[in-house]
Protein backbone atom coordinates (compact mmCIF):
# COMPACT_ATOMS: atom_id res chain seq x y z
CA UNK A 1 0.00 0.00 0.00
CA UNK A 2 1.46 3.98 -0.80
CA UNK A 3 1.04 5.16 2.89
CA UNK A 4 2.74 7.95 1.97
CA UNK A 5 0.48 9.05 -0.92
CA UNK A 6 -2.75 8.20 1.22
CA UNK A 7 -1.35 10.50 3.89
CA UNK A 8 -0.41 12.74 1.71
CA UNK A 9 -3.32 13.04 -0.09
CA UNK A 10 -5.73 12.75 3.05
CA UNK A 11 -3.60 16.08 4.36
CA UNK A 12 -4.72 18.05 0.83
CA UNK A 13 -8.14 17.09 1.10
CA UNK A 14 -8.02 15.22 -2.06
CA UNK A 15 -9.76 12.32 -0.44
CA UNK A 16 -11.85 11.47 2.63
CA UNK A 17 -10.78 8.81 5.53
CA UNK A 18 -13.99 6.82 5.94
CA UNK A 19 -14.30 4.48 9.06
CA UNK A 20 -15.88 1.24 8.55
CA UNK A 21 -18.49 0.33 10.75
CA UNK A 22 -16.43 -2.93 11.77
CA UNK A 23 -13.61 -0.52 12.55
CA UNK A 24 -15.48 1.64 14.61
CA UNK A 25 -16.88 -0.98 16.65
CA UNK A 26 -13.94 -3.62 16.91
CA UNK A 27 -12.05 -0.41 18.58
CA UNK A 28 -14.43 0.66 20.84
CA UNK A 29 -14.92 -3.13 22.28
CA UNK A 30 -10.92 -2.42 23.29
CA UNK A 31 -10.84 1.34 24.43
CA UNK A 32 -10.20 2.82 21.41
CA UNK A 33 -11.53 6.00 20.57
CA UNK A 34 -11.88 7.64 16.66
CA UNK A 35 -9.11 10.15 17.30
CA UNK A 36 -6.80 7.45 18.70
CA UNK A 37 -7.20 5.82 15.18
CA UNK A 38 -6.78 8.98 13.30
CA UNK A 39 -3.89 9.42 14.78
CA UNK A 40 -2.45 5.97 13.66
CA UNK A 41 -3.12 6.35 10.16
CA UNK A 42 -1.42 9.99 10.28
CA UNK A 43 1.53 8.30 12.40
CA UNK A 44 1.59 4.72 12.61
CA UNK A 45 3.69 2.21 10.94
CA UNK A 46 3.27 -0.14 8.43
CA UNK A 47 4.17 -3.75 9.43
CA UNK A 48 2.39 -5.80 6.97
CA UNK A 49 1.45 -4.45 3.08
CA UNK A 50 -1.42 -6.55 1.54
CA UNK A 51 -1.18 -4.74 -1.70
CA UNK A 52 -4.16 -1.70 -1.62
CA UNK A 53 -4.14 -2.54 1.78
CA UNK A 54 -1.33 -2.46 5.17
CA UNK A 55 -1.79 -3.28 8.48
CA UNK A 56 -0.35 -0.43 10.63
CA UNK A 57 1.17 -0.43 14.58
CA UNK A 58 0.46 2.58 16.62
CA UNK A 59 0.85 3.47 20.28
CA UNK A 60 -1.94 5.20 21.64
CA UNK A 61 -0.92 8.85 22.52
CA UNK A 62 -2.58 8.90 26.10
CA UNK A 63 -1.86 5.60 27.57
CA UNK A 64 0.80 4.12 24.77
CA UNK A 65 -1.37 1.30 24.29
CA UNK A 66 -0.54 -0.85 20.95
CA UNK A 67 -3.34 -0.62 18.33
CA UNK A 68 -3.42 -2.16 15.03
CA UNK A 69 -5.37 -0.91 12.22
CA UNK A 70 -6.30 -2.19 8.70
CA UNK A 71 -6.03 0.84 6.12
CA UNK A 72 -6.84 0.17 2.96
CA UNK A 73 -6.59 2.97 -0.65
CA UNK A 74 -7.64 1.90 -3.85
CA UNK A 75 -5.39 4.77 -6.40
CA UNK A 76 -8.11 6.60 -8.14
CA UNK A 77 -10.99 6.17 -5.56
CA UNK A 78 -11.53 9.42 -3.38
CA UNK A 79 -11.75 7.93 -0.04
CA UNK A 80 -9.37 6.14 2.43
CA UNK A 81 -10.70 3.43 4.50
CA UNK A 82 -10.34 1.95 8.17
CA UNK A 83 -11.14 -1.20 7.40
CA UNK A 84 -10.87 -2.53 11.40
CA UNK A 85 -8.42 -1.79 13.98
CA UNK A 86 -7.67 -3.58 17.44
CA UNK A 87 -5.61 -3.85 20.37
CA UNK A 88 -3.04 -7.35 19.25
CA UNK A 89 -3.71 -10.30 21.15
CA UNK A 90 0.12 -10.59 23.20
CA UNK A 91 -0.38 -14.68 23.27
CA UNK A 92 -0.57 -13.84 18.82
CA UNK A 93 2.22 -11.29 18.52
CA UNK A 94 5.66 -10.85 19.67
CA UNK A 95 6.67 -8.06 22.00
CA UNK A 96 7.70 -5.76 19.72
CA UNK A 97 3.98 -5.80 18.21
CA UNK A 98 5.28 -6.37 14.76
CA UNK A 99 5.49 -9.99 14.22
CA UNK A 100 2.84 -12.87 14.88
CA UNK A 101 4.06 -15.31 16.26
CA UNK A 102 4.54 -18.98 14.74
CA UNK A 103 1.48 -20.95 15.08
CA UNK A 104 2.29 -24.74 16.92
CA UNK A 105 1.00 -27.89 14.25
CA UNK A 106 -0.86 -30.15 16.62
Known sequence: MDLIKARRLLAQGRVV?????????EGRKDGLTSEDIEEAVFHGEIIEDYGTRGLLLYFTRSDGIPCHIVLEYVPGTAEVTV???YVPDAKLWHPDWKNRKRRKRK
Not at 17 to 25: E, G, N, S, V
Open 83 to 85: VTT
Open 17 to 25: LRFADHAII
